[in-house]
């Protein structure tokens, strides 16, 4: 079972383009999540989808959009990246909103 | 808002040995849940154990447990008989519960992190 897909491994992107980082599970979980990771700060939520067609802001979502079409995929777009989205982009699903979330491998983000 | 705090920015343990990764959290909730994940180098976000607050009993899987103090507000990981697979970095996470109204039920809520490595 693949569990978590994320796309692409890594990306080194120019400052003002746009780039969406794709997210696929296979498990049929209700809830997925987009989480940022940054040397010495952690994870912080970016956005959550509680089901497909609703999405929801985290902690960090200015500069990030999010849509749900149908559960098994969760796109995160940049729509004019700026250096400080330089990051490591992970994509997690979990059954319920309050269940055990699965991570994907991450994404390298490089905004130069 | 809810915070946690890892004061251990790294860590070192021979193998075989037991090592305790400190966490504390701040929230005025009585009921919530708590995390430990494990990042090995291959940067994969693994959990390694959770608990309810509403539990009195300490969880524990394997070679690892956790001793949960509500009234302190902490939850630290214990890693018994370290093997080098250990060697990761270690997140304490802060999760509301259903039925809280502050906006960010359900939310992960991560700290800084623990890098633990495990000598031979």
């Known amino acids: ?112 | 808002a809810q915070t946690v705090t890892q004061s251990q920015p790294e860590m070192s343990v021979q193998e075989a040995e037991t090592v305790t990764l400190s966490c504390t959290y701040d929230t005025s909730e009585n009921n919530y849940y708590l995390f430990w994940y494990k990042q090995p180098p291959s940067r994969q976000m693994i959990l390694v154990i959770r608990q309810e607050a509403y539990k009195q009993q300490n969880a524990t899987e394997n070679r690892f447990s956790v001793n949960f103090q509500k009234a302190a507000k902490s939850f630290s990981l214990k890693i018994s008989d370290s093997q080098l697979g250990d060697t990761a970095m270690y997140f304490c996470a802060f999760m509301n519960p259903p039925g809280f109204y502050g906006g960010s039920q359900g939310n992960l809520i991560f700290g800084k992190g623990t890098k633990l490595s495990v000598k031979p």
């Open chain 1, 1 to 112: 079972t693949a569990g978590i897909t994320q796309a692409p491994t890594s990306q080194i992107l120019a400052a003002g383009r746009s780039m969406t980082l794709r997210c696929t599970q296979d498990m049929r979980h209700n809830a997925m999540y987009w989480y940022r990771q940054d040397l010495g700060l952690g994870l912080r939520l970016i956005h959550y989808s509680n089901t497909a067609g609703t999405t929801g802001k985290g902690e960090v979502p200015d500069g990030y959009s999010v849509s749900r079409a149908n559960t098994d995929d969760f796109p995160l777009t940049l729509a004019s990246a700026v250096p400080s989205q330089t990051s490591v982009y992970f994509c997690a699903s979990s059954e319920g909103r309050y269940n055990e979330q699965f991570f994907g491998p991450g994404t390298r983000l490089t905004v130069l």
